[in-house]
Structure formats: structure tokens, C-alpha cells
């Protein structure tokens, strides 16, 4: 039987916490006995279009990726503590904030405008890096800048609720067996929803939709 984790929103009150959320990184929580901890979210603010490199573990797994400001990456099914250092790609004085959320609590703020500079947050302590997921399983959402959106991630066993603004970085870790992925979009006037699935770094499933998408592992 699928375990199902998340929240119990719907989508008005949903679209009104994200509202309300947005510089925090997101929503997400757990039902059904707490038997999943809840996601750990990270944001990363600042001066916009700023490249970055981001390094992400917990106690099982770690995950390296690179974007631009704004990003939201969230690990499904984690096991914590978990630490975020973040590295600037550029050698001027833009501002890059690292915010690490877990359900809906801000764990941590650092910010850096040094050249080439760094941010580190974290839930607790981590000894050491955890080796690299396998499989690394991820879904990329994006589209227009801080378009609303709620949806579901499964495993053959997990269900994860979630919602969050575009663009987000969803990292799945440990899943049981193929994954597969619905969105809905919250609000109107944004354009389509674009979701990329990867697994093991490569795109996998591709699709966009309007106002809603799903993607499926092949």
C-alpha cells in the first residue's frame, strides 16, 4: 500500500500559503503517522540571474547541480541533518542569501556579495559528505519566475505532496522503483509549466502544460 506524505491543503488556502511563503522557499509537510520526515527546502535569493554552483547531502546522500538566482531545490524522503554550500560563479559584488527550510520552518540564513564568495546553511551537524545519490533522480520545474504551482511525486511505494514556486529542483532520494510526477499550476496569465525528469543526468522525460503536466519514468 503507497505510503502518502505531504500536506492536506487545498488549492486556494495552498496558493494563499505559498503567497504568504515564497521568500521561506515553499510548503510541504507529512501525513499517515509522520513515518517520512518532512522535505528539506532550500532557496537561493539574491541579485537575479547570478550563476551558482550548489552542493546539497544528508546522511545517506549528496547531489552537486549548478543554476542561476532564483532556485528552489527540495530533497523528497530525506535523512538529516542536511548541508548547502553554495558557490558564486561570478567575481563581482552581486548578493547571493541561502535560506534552508524545513517544513515551514527557516533554519538558516547566509548571504555572501564577496567575489567568487560562498554560503553554507545547514540543519545539524554533518560529519562528512554523504557519496553521491544512486540513483540521482530529479524533477526540474520551471517557467515564468515565481509561478505558483502544487502537485504530486510517487515512487512505487512513497507519495509526496508538494508545492512551491518555478523555478525548483526536486531531489528524490532513494526511490522505489520508476518515478512519476503531476503538476497544476496555481493562478493564471503564467504560461505553460515545463517539467524535465532526470535520472542519472540525463533527461529522461520531458513535457510542458497549461495548467496542468505530467511526466512518467520510461
Known sequence: MKRST???LGPALLYLCCLLMAAC???GGTIGGGQ???ETRFRIVGTP???FHGVISDTVASWEFSGVIPLSV???NNQPPVRMIAYKLTGDSSLMSVEVISGDTIEQITSTSEPFGS???QTGVLPALAPAAAPDTRFFLKGQTS???EGLIEDQNLGVELGDIAPT???FEQPDGKVDGNFQQLGTDYGPLIVDLLVGGKVVAHASGDPTVSVREP
Open 6 to 8: 505531504g500536506n492536506s
Open 25 to 27: 522557499g515553499g510548503i
Open 36 to 38: 517520512i520526515p518532512f
Open 49 to 51: 540571474r547570478t550563476p
Open 74 to 76: 527540495a530533497i523528497l
Open 119 to 121: 554560503a553554507v546553511v
Open 147 to 149: 509561478q505558483y504551482f
Open 169 to 171: 529542483l526536486f531531489l
